[in-house]
């Protein structure tokens, strides 16, 4: 029954071509995103729709394919792309599943009906349920208007809506929703069926409760089968329902709940096969809707004429991604959305290219239809499910049939429906009819022309029954371009070149990489695919000049023949024509004499503007396979030169790399100069034919000498290059090895001062110096140390020394270290008879003044740095044994105290 009903829709719903699928071949959806379905199956993407939405959505074109209009529940967009008059306002939701679906108003083309199902998403936002409004395309130059607008059919709905053909004889649509029972609470358990007719819409539903159904989760696409006996439910968290329903008295029956044993068990998205055996669902694992990361989605299939339908199931995909919707289209094939969350889409659809095959043979193919940088979210516009009800008539070369077939030029198809006694059958290309009775079309040679959708009306002999419309997409690929093509090989083979017979590497025949290319001997092969088997390193039968066939294949499939035509050229290698080409071992510290040679820059050189490539034996030369470019690194060996014009060889030359030995030599990294002595001379290694000196200055190196000595007379960076001269056929070759190295200077120490901490029990002494060397210091001129302080230090007068290191020479300083005796002996033997402070005299701290007290505090004598001291008297008189004070005032101002003993 179900090939009456897509009749009825084309019959009387539009006065376009009865044949036509075109209401369903623009679809609008996401952010700014659509695709558009071709005459021959293939889709391409819509950039210019207005429509932004996370979920909902509909659209609609004429049976010709021309766009009507396309909206998200809440504006209408006509065929312009203009918001269409009085288009605003609708009472859908983009965040409700389905928001929108079209349906024309049976028996007159110019009136559409868009029923809106709302959702609430927050506290205040109200749900205005289940509502129609009204389009007259005839209004506004053909644009269209809404005439009237939120027409109440339910006060309370959840978010799905689908409708079907009821027959052709009533020439009415079922537009079905889930509701409550009762018009204010309740769950979800009703389904209520309005009917829309050529009077217009009923709003007295038929209503079909299920009193063990409690649907609180509205979330969730609802479908009908193609051939309407069948409708699915996809309800999230709250379950997945199949029911049957009687198209003539719109009641549903036979609630059957599929329980989904994917991971991912919330059903979103849902679609029936075209042949309506199998029911697809796009369930996900119901994470939060803006989270990001986490989601998870699986693409399942049930077998609806299983004994057992959710033991059926099948889960052909499963990744990281939102929930989605499924859509089946005109081509027979199922589009699925694909979104990272509620928020954020992705610029792609996913396709089941063979939904009426059974597990992985559905061939779900993900991200295969690119939408050119718009974004897919969750939704795709539904369409009256009666559109996709036709027959497969596309015969395959298997027996089986399908509703497209790819072929390439010249191959023939055939369009196949059942031999019904009695009917009459009527074909149609692109809706224009084809002189053809038969239930069999048959195009023997097809060509470009004949790409397009081929539709069939079968009208059978019982008036009563309606006509039987089957539809298929023929796709005809080009043959891939075949010419007429050479190969010019040179004949340098080392036994015989001058026998016209070498080897070919028949794959530098060709020209287009894409494509697969077969070569045969004669036609003979061709036509028995005999191919040769070593097309690299196949050598002609034929001296000189020999005519094969080639066979190409493109990336289709299809395949062309041409011939390829074999030419041979001797080539004689004459010694005296050798080219030679020399570098230097590029590491003569190795055990192995090699070098790398610049081949780009050779061909530069040696042969400009010409088609040449470098190989290493002549059988790679022959081949044309394993060449060499570029730094080509080798010990002393000889390469070879194929040269072409247009891919004919023209000659072949031989080259010689030579390899010369390059210096070895050390040298010091580091030299020291004493800058205040002469200029330094230094020496390089001997053995060598040439000798340079460079200086950095300013960062380029400047030649200072080429003599094997040298006179440094700066400090500096220096580059010291040795080498080796050969004398070649092409002159002097010279091979060099350098060694950088860095004059530093270094000098006598200067003395800047001395700092002195005396006049304690552990006196210390630190020697500043200035200069550009490596210092040691000493108080002794024997025991030197790197540490320029010394501690401990006895009062008096010492001498300092400061070595370099590099034996630039000792500077010296005479110092003073104050300090005082604690006790004296005025006997007159000649040993301590007087008292002084130690460290001072006439040159050093010659101004000091030093006083002496006896306990008491009387002032016993005041001596000077110049005299010898004190002697123990006064007023000549000898002073007893005794304890003396005194305080000295030194000429650098300070000023210190103490106290000694006099003994007798």
Same mark, same amino acid.
């Given at each position: 029954?179900?090939?009456?009903?897509?009749?009825?829709?084309?019959?009387?719903?539009?006065?376009?071509?009865?044949?036509?699928?075109?209401?369903?071949?623009?679809?609008?959806?996401?952010?700014?995103?659509?695709?558009?379905?071709?005459?021959?199956?293939?889709?391409?993407?819509?950039?210019?729709?207005?429509?932004? $939405?996370?979920?909902?959505?509909?659209?609609?074109?004429?049976?010709?394919?021309?766009?009507?209009?396309?909206?998200?529940?809440?504006?209408?967009?006509?065929?312009?792309?203009?918001?269409?008059?009085?288009?605003? !306002?609708?009472?859908?939701?983009?965040?409700?599943?389905?928001?929108?679906?079209?349906?024309?108003?049976?028996?007159?083309?110019?009136?559409?009906?868009?029923? /809106?199902?709302?959702?609430?998403?927050?506290?205040?936002?109200?749900?205005?349920?289940?509502?129609?409004?009204?389009?007259?395309?005839?209004?506004?130059?053909?644009?269209?208007?809404?005439?009237?607008?939120?027409?109440?059919?339910?006060?309370?709905?959840?978010?799905?809506?689908?409708?079907?053909?009821?027959?052709?004889?009533?020439?009415?649509?079922?537009?079905?929703?889930?509701?409550?029972?009762?018009?204010? $609470?309740?769950?979800?358990?009703?389904?209520?069926?309005?009917?829309?007719?050529?009077?217009?819409?009923? /709003?007295?539903?038929?209503?079909?409760?299920?009193?063990?159904?409690?649907?609180?989760?509205?979330?969730?696409?609802?479908?009908?089968?193609?051939?309407?006996?069948?409708?699915?439910?996809?309800?999230?968290?709250?379950?997945?329902?199949?029911?049957?329903?009687?198209?003539? /008295?719109?009641?549903?029956?036979?609630?059957?709940?599929?329980?989904?044993?994917?991971?991912?068990?919330?059903?979103?998205?849902?679609?029936?096969?075209?042949?309506?055996?199998?029911?697809?669902?796009?369930?996900?694992?119901?994470?939060?809707?803006?989270?990001?990361?986490?989601?998870?989605?699986?693409?399942?299939?049930?077998?609806?004429?299983?004994?057992?339908?959710?033991?059926?199931?099948?889960?052909?995909?499963?990744?990281?991604?939102?929930?989605?919707?499924?859509?089946?289209?005109?081509?027979?094939?199922?589009?699925?959305?694909?979104?990272?969350?509620?928020?954020?889409?992705?610029?792609?659809?996913?396709?089941?290219?063979?939904?009426?095959?059974?597990?992985?043979?559905?061939?779900?193919?993900?991200?295969?239809?690119?939408?050119?940088?718009?974004?897919?979210?969750?939704?795709?516009?539904?369409?009256?499910?009666?559109?996709?009800?036709?027959?497969?008539?596309?015969?395959?070369?298997?027996?089986?049939?399908?509703?497209?077939?790819?072929?390439?030029?010249?191959?023939?198809?055939?369009?196949?429906?059942?031999?019904?006694?009695?009917?009459?059958?009527?074909?149609?290309?692109?809706?224009?009819?084809?002189?053809?009775?038969?239930?069999?079309?048959?195009?023997?040679?097809?060509?470009?022309?004949?790409?397009?959708?081929?539709?069939?009306?079968? /009208?059978?002999?019982?008036?009563?029954?309606?006509?039987?419309?089957?539809?298929?997409?023929?796709?005809?690929?080009?043959?891939?371009?075949?010419?007429?093509?050479?190969?010019?090989?040179?004949?340098?083979?080392?036994?015989?070149?001058?026998?016209?017979?070498?080897?070919?590497?028949?794959?530098?025949?060709?020209?287009?990489?894409?494509?697969?290319?077969?070569?045969?001997?004669?036609?003979?092969?061709?036509?028995?695919?005999?191919?040769?088997?070593?097309?690299?390193?196949?050598?002609?039968?034929?001296?000189?000049?020999?005519?094969?066939?080639?066979?190409?294949?493109?990336?289709?499939?299809?395949?062309?023949?041409?011939?390829?035509?074999?030419?041979?050229?001797?080539?004689?290698?004459?010694?005296?024509?050798?080219?030679?080409?020399?570098?230097?071992?590029?590491?003569?510290?190795?055990?192995?004499?090699?070098?790398?040679?610049?081949?780009?820059?050779?061909?530069?050189?040696?042969?400009?503007?010409?088609?040449?490539?470098?190989? $290493?034996?002549?059988?790679?030369?022959?081949?044309?396979?394993?060449?060499?470019?570029?730094?080509?690194?080798?010990?002393?060996?000889?390469?070879?030169?194929?040269?072409?014009?247009?891919?004919?060889?023209?000659?072949?030359?031989?080259?010689?790399?030579?390899?010369?030995?390059?210096?070895?030599?050390?040298?010091?990294?580091?030299?020291?100069?004493?800058?205040? !002595?002469?200029?330094?001379?230094?020496?390089?290694?001997?053995?060598?034919?040439?000798?340079?000196?460079?200086?950095?200055?300013?960062?380029?190196?400047?030649?200072?000498?080429?003599?094997?000595?040298?006179?440094?007379?700066?400090?500096?960076?220096?580059?010291?290059?040795?080498?080796?001269?050969?004398?070649?056929?092409?002159?002097?070759?010279?091979?060099?090895?350098?060694?950088?190295?860095?004059?530093?200077?270094?000098?006598?120490?200067?003395?800047?001062?001395?700092?002195?901490?005396?006049?304690?029990?552990?006196?210390?002494?630190?020697?500043?110096?200035?200069?550009?060397?490596?210092?040691?210091?000493?108080?002794?001129?024997?025991?030197?140390?790197?540490?320029?302080?010394?501690?401990?230090?006895?009062? !008096?007068?010492?001498?300092?020394?400061?070595?370099?290191?590099?034996?630039?020479?000792?500077?010296?300083?005479?110092?003073?270290?104050?300090?005082?005796?604690?006790?004296?002996?005025?006997?007159?033997?000649?040993?301590?008879?007087?008292?002084?402070?130690? !460290?001072?005299?006439?040159?050093?701290?010659?101004?000091?003044?030093?006083?002496?007290?006896?306990?008491?505090?009387?002032?016993?004598?005041?001596?000077?740095?110049?005299?010898?001291?004190?002697?123990?008297?006064?007023?000549?008189?000898?002073?007893?044994?005794?304890?003396?004070?005194?305080?000295?005032?030194?000429?650098?101002?300070?000023?210190?105290?103490?106290?000694?003993?006099?003994?007798?």
């Amino acid at each position: 029954m179900s090939n009456k009903y897509i009749y009825l829709l084309l019959s009387f719903l539009f006065s376009f071509s009865v044949f036509s699928q075109g209401e369903t071949s623009n679809w609008y959806f996401g952010n700014g995103a659509g695709i558009k379905f071709n005459n021959d199956g293939t889709v391409v993407p819509l950039t210019d729709g207005r429509i932004s $939405t996370f979920e909902g959505c509909a659209s609609i074109s004429d049976a010709v394919g021309n766009l009507l209009l396309y909206t998200d529940g809440i504006r209408v967009f006509d065929r312009n792309h203009n918001v269409m008059q009085n288009g605003t !306002g609708l009472y859908g939701d983009p965040s409700s599943t389905q928001s929108a679906i079209i349906v024309q108003k049976p028996g007159d083309p110019n009136i559409l009906y868009i029923f /809106t199902v709302d959702t609430s998403t927050a506290e205040n936002d109200p749900n205005f349920g289940l509502n129609y409004s009204v389009v007259d395309l005839s209004l506004n130059s053909g644009n269209g208007a809404v005439t009237q607008k939120n027409i109440n059919l339910l006060k309370f709905c959840s978010e799905k809506i689908s409708a079907v053909l009821k027959n052709c004889l009533d020439k009415s649509i079922w537009v079905v929703a889930l509701g409550l029972e009762n018009p204010n $609470t309740g769950p979800f358990n009703t389904y209520h069926a309005f009917e829309v007719t050529s009077t217009g819409v009923n /709003t007295t539903p038929v209503n079909s409760k299920f009193s063990n159904l409690e649907v609180l989760d509205p979330r969730g696409y609802l479908k009908f089968s193609p051939d309407a006996e069948t409708l699915a439910s996809a309800n999230s968290a709250s379950g997945l329902y199949l029911y049957d329903f009687d198209v003539n /008295t719109g009641i549903l029956s036979n609630q059957n709940r599929i329980l989904v044993s994917a991971p991912n068990k919330f059903p979103y998205g849902i679609e029936f096969s075209p042949d309506q055996r199998f029911l697809y669902a796009h369930t996900s694992n119901n994470e939060p809707a803006g989270q990001v990361g986490g989601h998870s989605s699986s693409l399942v299939q049930y077998d609806l004429t299983a004994p057992n339908i959710s033991a059926s199931e099948e889960e052909i995909d499963r990744r990281p991604m939102y929930r989605g919707a499924l859509q089946l289209a005109q081509n027979g094939k199922i589009y699925r959305t694909i979104a990272e969350n509620y928020l954020i889409g992705t610029p792609y659809l996913g396709v089941i290219e063979n939904p009426n095959e059974k597990g992985n043979a559905a061939n779900y193919r993900h991200n295969a239809v690119a939408l050119n940088g718009r974004n897919a979210t969750q939704g795709l516009p539904p369409f009256i499910q009666s559109f996709f009800d036709r027959i497969e008539i596309v015969k395959n070369t298997d027996g089986s049939t399908g509703t497209s077939l790819t072929i390439c030029e010249g191959e023939p198809f055939t369009l196949e429906a059942e031999n019904i006694p009695g009917a009459v059958y009527a074909w149609e290309k692109d809706g224009n009819p084809i002189s053809n009775s038969s239930n069999t079309l048959t195009i023997n040679s097809a060509g470009a022309n004949d790409s397009g959708r081929y539709s069939l009306e079968i /009208t059978l002999s019982d008036p009563g029954e309606c006509p039987i419309i089957g539809e298929g997409f023929i796709s005809v690929n080009p043959l891939p371009e075949a010419p007429s093509i050479f190969l010019t090989q040179c004949d340098v083979d080392t036994i015989n070149a001058t026998d016209g017979l070498t080897s070919f590497n028949l794959e530098q025949a060709i020209f287009n990489s894409a494509y697969i290319f077969s070569f045969y001997e004669s036609a003979a092969d061709l036509n028995s695919d005999n191919p040769i088997t070593n097309p690299i390193g196949y050598v002609n039968s034929t001296p000189f000049n020999q005519i094969i066939q080639y066979k190409i294949v493109d990336e289709n499939g299809c395949e062309n023949f041409g011939d390829l035509e074999l030419q041979v050229r001797s080539v004689v290698l004459n010694p005296n024509d050798e080219l030679f080409y020399y570098t230097c071992d590029d590491d003569p510290e190795d055990l192995f004499l090699e070098g790398i040679f610049d081949l780009n820059s050779f061909q530069e050189t040696n042969y400009p503007n010409q088609d040449i490539a470098f190989y $290493t034996s002549l059988e790679d030369v022959s081949l044309e396979q394993n060449p060499i470019s570029g730094d080509y690194k080798t010990s002393s060996t000889s390469i070879f030169v194929r040269i072409e014009d247009t891919n004919e060889c023209e000659d072949i030359d031989v080259i010689n790399l030579v390899v010369n030995p390059t210096p070895s030599f050390t040298f010091d990294s580091e030299i020291i100069w004493c800058t205040d !002595g002469p200029p330094l001379p230094i020496k390089a290694p001997g053995g060598f034919d040439l000798y340079r000196w460079y200086k950095n200055t300013g960062g380029f190196p400047q030649q200072v000498g080429n003599l094997q000595d040298l006179q440094i007379s700066s400090i500096g960076n220096y580059i010291l290059e040795v080498g080796y001269s050969y004398t070649t056929n092409d002159g002097i070759f010279e091979c060099f090895s350098e060694f950088g190295f860095e004059v530093l200077p270094s000098n006598i120490a200067v003395i800047e001062n001395t700092l002195v901490e005396d006049i304690s029990d552990d006196n210390l002494v630190e020697i500043i110096v200035s200069g550009d060397g490596d210092y040691e210091y000493s108080i002794d001129a024997v025991s030197y140390q790197d540490s320029p302080i010394f501690e401990n230090i006895l009062p !008096g007068f010492i001498t300092v020394y400061v070595r370099d290191k590099n034996s630039c020479g000792v500077a010296k300083d005479l110092i003073s270290v104050i300090g005082y005796p604690k006790f004296f002996t005025p006997n007159g033997d000649g040993i301590n008879d007087s008292w002084q402070i130690i !460290g001072i005299d006439d040159q050093f701290q010659a101004e000091s003044i030093i006083s002496i007290y006896n306990r008491f505090g009387m002032l016993m004598a005041q001596v000077t740095p110049r005299t010898e001291g004190w002697n123990g008297t006064f007023n000549n008189n000898e002073l007893p044994a005794s304890d003396y004070w005194f305080k000295v005032a030194l000429e650098d101002g300070r000023v210190f105290k103490g106290h000694f003993a006099l003994k007798r």
